[in-house]
Each structure stands twice: as C-alpha cells, then as structure tokens.
C-alpha cells in the first residue's frame, strides 16, 4: 500500500496569505489529503503548537466565512480532497444546515468534528450525508465494542483513528497496541485516518500497511514556528517531501 498522507493545516496561520502559500506547499508537496482547520478560541483536542497557531490565526482575522473563501481560493488551484475540522461551537453558532450549505458551496467533501460523535451529533451526520458531505467520526483506543459497533452502523467511509489518548502534540511511538487498535476499526473496511503525533517517516511506513492515510499537523506547525524568517513554501515542501 502507498504512504498517503493527510495534512492538517491551520486556516490564516500564520497569516491569511500565507496560509494559501501553506496549502500549496503541502499539496505540491505530494500530500493526498487537505484537512483545513478552522481555529477556534477553546479546543479540546489539540496540543499546545496548534493552539498557539489557532491563536495567531485568529489575532490575524480569522473568521468562518473568511475560512470558505480561503477554501474556495485553494480549490481553485487543486482538485485534492479538502476537509474541514473544526468544533461544535463553530458549527452551531452558523446553524449545522447552513455550515453544510457552505462547505457545499465551496467544494469541501467533508468535515472531522471531534466533539460532535455519533448519536451525539445535533444531526450533522444525517444532514452531512444528504447533503453529500463525508462526515468523519473521530474515535479512541479507548472505545468499547458496543460503542465502535454503534458508530460503525452508521456506514461512514472513514473514520479518524486517534492513536493513544490525550491531546495533538507529543511523539507517538507505533507498536503492538496502535497496531491490534488499527486491525479492529479496518475489520469494519472503512478508510482510517490515523493521527495524533506523527512526525517522521518511520511512523507513516509502520502505519501504511494498517490505515488509509496517516494524519500530519503539528510537525508543520512547528516547521513553521521555528523556520519563521524563511518562506513558509519552502519550509514545508521541505518536510512534506520528508515524509513520503
């Protein structure tokens, strides 16, 4: 199986055109997924690099119908798939059906919402997929039969697998558990997004095998932290060529 990657990419860090130069550093770069987070003052998943950036993103302006035409600009220049991550609480302040209405709008194919699980969800999950958008449950190591069982039925073509507990940031060292975790979930034969700590080459080949694509944030966020007099192009081709 090929190493694919999903890059996660901030919207407007470290400024609004920079952010466009981001984008297409990661995709010239050769990554095979966009994830384009839309930054928000109180999240609950991420580590302290991409706060930070969420932060700068939104010292700079940042606001959700900016984020759409940053996307719309993007699409102009790729045809690679683009999702939006973000929270509840960006979603709910627009209304769930008008949000979709705009990802629609702007090309997006789906959305990773972490505290919006199934069953949970407000109705994003029913409404995403009449509305044609790939809406990507985010589940843990952690998660009990029963509960993998009941996300499951609701058919998603893929899902986020979370590689250990905590929050984005730190190293994750694939072994034995990673692995048994990863076997499970593509027992289903859902396309898995695996994330949370990869950083270097070694961990996206041991992942190959097991997950559809591997899930890349922070390291380019710090790329770009500590190489911030250079051009933000040229850093991340750099480590996005890396990787792959």
């Known amino acids: 199986m090929p190493d694919r990657i999903m890059a996660h990419m901030v919207a407007f860090y470290p400024d609004r055109e920079s952010s466009i130069e981001v984008a297409r550093a990661l995709i010239d770069g050769g990554c095979n997924y966009l994830e384009v987070q839309f930054p928000f003052s109180d999240p609950t998943a991420d580590g302290a690099y991409i706060q930070k950036a969420c932060m700068r993103a939104l010292e700079k302006g940042f606001k959700v119908h900016l984020g759409f035409s940053l996307i719309s600009r993007i699409r102009k220049c790729s045809s ?77 073509e893929y899902v986020y697998a979370v590689l250990r507990k905590g929050i984005t940031g730190a190293y994750t060292e694939i072994g034995e558990d990673n ?61 996005m060529r890396g990787l792959l």
């Not at 090309?107 to 958008?133: N, S």
């Open 80 to 156: 690679i798939p683009i999702f939006i991550m973000g929270y509840a609480n960006t979603v709910f302040f627009h209304g769930v059906e008008i949000f979709l209405k705009k990802c629609v709008f702007s090309k997006v194919q789906g959305l990773i919402i972490p505290d919006l699980p199934p069953g949970y969800d407000e109705g994003i999950f029913a409404l995403g997929k009449k509305a044609g958008l790939k809406i990507i449950p985010v589940i843990a190591p952690s998660i009990k039969d029963d509960r993998l069982d009941e996300v499951m039925s609701r058919d998603p």
């Open 179 to 239: 692995i048994s975790f990863l076997k499970k979930v593509g027992a289903y034969g859902v396309k898995i997004l695996a994330g949370f700590g990869i950083s270097e080459k070694k961990q996206v080949r041991s992942l190959s095998p097991h997950v559809h694509a591997s899930v890349v944030g922070t390291a380019f966020i710090k790329e770009i932290m500590n190489n911030h007099r250079l051009n933000p192009y040229k850093v991340i081709t750099g480590k």
